[in-house]
């Protein structure tokens, strides 16, 4: 039981590798009028945490996240939990709802969330489940729906397949109605194929932008291929959106790559453009029919403790990790439900 007012969480004072994450005893946050106060039953790691910890690409310092040292001493964004105050502003939750969402502070025993990203957890997910969704399903939903215009029928490539992000993008592609090609390496192909791809091609062998297939609409989630490269594989009036990479460099992170885009967009018959991801309850909103069907399923990887954190954040960082990781925050004497989780090894 929590002592208090205190609470354990992983606590970051400077920017590094995983070796500046400990687990410390803190104050719970306060919560202003628009957030909820969550006792966190599990939370997610995704690279946007690996990002905070490392202070890495340099250009997010100067975009708010504290220029020496992380603003916010406690990383992790993807929550569930249930629901322990709310503000006076808020209207759509109430103590005991169990909930999932993304915070600034998951990697804790109490959470912090604004009431417009967050929403009640699908019954049919596991806590853990429930918070490895928010971040890369829902940046998956706007790579493909909102900058991609997916419609059924559609050749869609998935660069980054095996990913956090890539997971879901390629279970909702499916969902949405197209042909699914998916890329990964070789260690994770058989869970791409698993997930419901139509096509999976293993980049460590064979190069997917030799022109010898042509796609409606590309998801570029890693590899970081020239422009020149990915549009050979476009078809004329196609889509190509940029969402991440991880070899971009320290400074910018590849954002030069996604500007290039935009700007050879205006010139070309094909769209080219970039996804800057939004934070937002109406996401998950839509997701739910997809989650609750049992369309998109979370892929865990591997469920580790908030003590093993550091742990958790080298097996991310070395690019073992198959899907999305968890963390088990509470397990309560409610119990966790037990997870329905498809384990990959
Ligand atoms: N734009 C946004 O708003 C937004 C939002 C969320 C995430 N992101 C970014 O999107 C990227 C992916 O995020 P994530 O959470 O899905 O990361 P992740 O779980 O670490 O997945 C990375 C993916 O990239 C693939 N990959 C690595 N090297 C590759 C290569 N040389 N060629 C092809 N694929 C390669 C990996 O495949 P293998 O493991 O099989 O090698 C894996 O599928 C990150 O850069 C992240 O910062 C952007």
Redesign the pocket.
């Known amino acids: 039981m929590p002592r208090g007012h205190k609470m354990r969480a992983i606590v970051q004072d400077a920017y590094g590798s995983s070796s500046v994450l400990r687990l410390g005893d803190i104050d719970r946050p306060e919560i202003a009028a628009n957030e909820v106060l969550v006792e966190v039953v599990a939370a997610g790691m995704?690279?946007?945490t690996?990002?905070s910890m490392a202070g890495k690409p340099y250009l997010m310092r100067i975009m708010g996240f504290g220029f020496r040292r992380p603003k916010n001493r406690v990383p992790g964004l993807d929550v569930s939990g249930t629901v322990v105050a709310v503000g006076p502003e808020v209207s759509r939750f109430k103590p005991g709802d169990e909930v999932f969402g993304m915070s600034r502070g998951a990697f804790a025993e109490y959470a912090a969330v604004r009431e417009d990203k967050l929403a009640h957890k699908p019954a049919n997910l596991s806590f853990e489940q429930a918070a490895v969704v928010p971040?890369?399903a829902g940046?998956a939903i706007?790579?493909l729906r909102d900058s991609g215009h997916i419609e059924p029928g559609q050749k869609v490539l998935i660069?980054?397949?095996?990913?956090?992000?890539?997971?879901y993008a390629v279970q909702l592609a499916k969902a949405f109605g197209a042909e699914v090609t998916g890329?990964?390496?070789?260690?994770?192909v058989e869970l791409i194929r698993s997930i419901g791809a139509d096509r999976v091609v293993d980049?460590?062998r064979d190069d997917y932008l030799d022109g010898s297939n042509q796609y409606d609409l590309i998801l570029d989630?890693?590899?970081?291929?020239s422009l020149s490269r990915l549009r050979r594989v476009l078809t004329p009036k196609g889509t190509l959106v940029?969402?991440?990479?991880?070899?971009?460099g320290s400074v910018t992170?590849?954002f030069g790559r996604q500007i290039s885009a935009l700007l050879v967009s205006m010139f070309v018959s094909q769209r080219l453009t970039?996804?800057?991801?939004k934070e937002r309850f109406t996401d998950l909103e839509a997701l739910r029919p997809f989650l609750e069907d049992n369309q998109v399923t979370p892929v865990i990887d591997r469920t580790y403790s908030l003590a093993e954190v550091p742990n958790a954040m080298r097996h991310?960082e070395a690019?073992?990790?198959?899907?999305?990781i968890a963390i088990a925050i509470q397990l309560r004497s409610t119990g966790v439900e037990t997870p329905k989780t498809k384990v990959h090894t």
Request: overall charge positive.
């Open positions: 995704d690279r946007g690996w990002h971040i890369s940046t706007q790579g660069i980054g397949a095996s990913g956090g992000v890539g997971t890329v990964s390496s070789t260690a994770k980049y460590t989630i890693g590899g970081n291929n940029i969402v991440g990479g991880e070899e971009g992170g590849g970039m996804l800057a991801s991310l690019g073992l990790a198959k899907g999305k």
